[in-house]
């Protein structure tokens, strides 16, 4: 039996970087569904992403069925190189999941307890990241 693919996404690629927010609890069909996307719109930029900021600030954990999946697919995503990845809005458990997840890459990986705090670290990144909240969430399927 297939489920119904929980949880909702936006998207903004700016230069090499893409901006992603995470908004819900997914499942194993909503991370696989996620997964195709990202690999589509990462596939068809003409310069290569290497480096992510993700808001995970309206995320809720996934469901045990979807981490097997989300392995999966970090082990792709840390074969692309990625130089580094900043995280906002995590809470403990979910920074110590990524933490294991990441682990063995050569990325950077830094957290941020919220946008300001992240906007005040690096403002270069408040215009992708102002458009990124203009973008609707959305799960396409």
Known sequence: ?????????????EHSTIYIALKGGFNREGVIDFQNDMIKRVMSELTPCDSAVLNLSEFEMSTSDSLEATKEYFEGVKQRGYKWVDYIGVNPI???????????????ICFYP??????????????PLTEL?????????
């Open 114 to 127: 919220n946008e300001k705090a992240y906007i005040s670290a690096k403002p270069e990144h408040i215009k």
């Open 1 to 13: 039996m297939k489920f119904k693919a929980h949880g909702l996404w936006r998207v903004h690629i």
């Open 94 to 108: 979910a920074e110590h999941l990524l933490r294991q997840l990441w682990q063995g890459a050569k990325t950077e």
């Open 133 to 141: 909240s203009q973008i609707s969430f959305e799960h396409p399927h």
